[in-house]
């Protein structure tokens, strides 16, 4: 049962740092997927202490000029990696400072910085729960089409039928890696 629970944990980094990928590559959809997959089996696994998969949040939050919502998890985010004693390797550390660096800028405002004293107040648990409601659930509700699953006018439908879906908008190669990973492979193995 342990190392089950550890392989579903390694699940949940892989969508993490999946979900890392997809936004430096502007797919702010798959972001998005990725980021609420890994909060939510983190959150299941009752492993709340994913703060990589918050400031991915706080980063979709600024890319979307969200910016009381970043404050909130950016004040969060200070004050728990402190609290949890959580040591950042220095890709980690570059990953922050980039996805923080927006936010940090408008400190200066008043409804930002009122934000980011409302974070450092919050649980983890309360910041998870915020980070899906608030910051995901928005972005995707923004990003999603407007249709009514009709094509657009003069477009027909396709005619092959849609590849199977994968939780998170994975590719199938990236659920087999995931699989790969739960199967505890090392990098070198899977490639």
Known sequence: MARDAGAQWSVALAYQQLGFIAQQQGEDARTI???????????????????????GCLAIAAHRQQWEQAAQLGGVVEVLRTSLACAFTPLQQADYERCTAAVRARRHEPLVAAAWEQGQAMTLEEAIAYALTHVLRVAQVAIEPKTNGTPPAGQAAPILSPPPAYPGGLTAREVEVLHLLAQLLTQVEIA
């Open 33 to 55: 997927a990725l980021f609420r997959a890994s909060l939510d089996l983190a959150w299941a696994l009752g492993r709340v202490e994913n703060l990589f998969s918050l400031i």
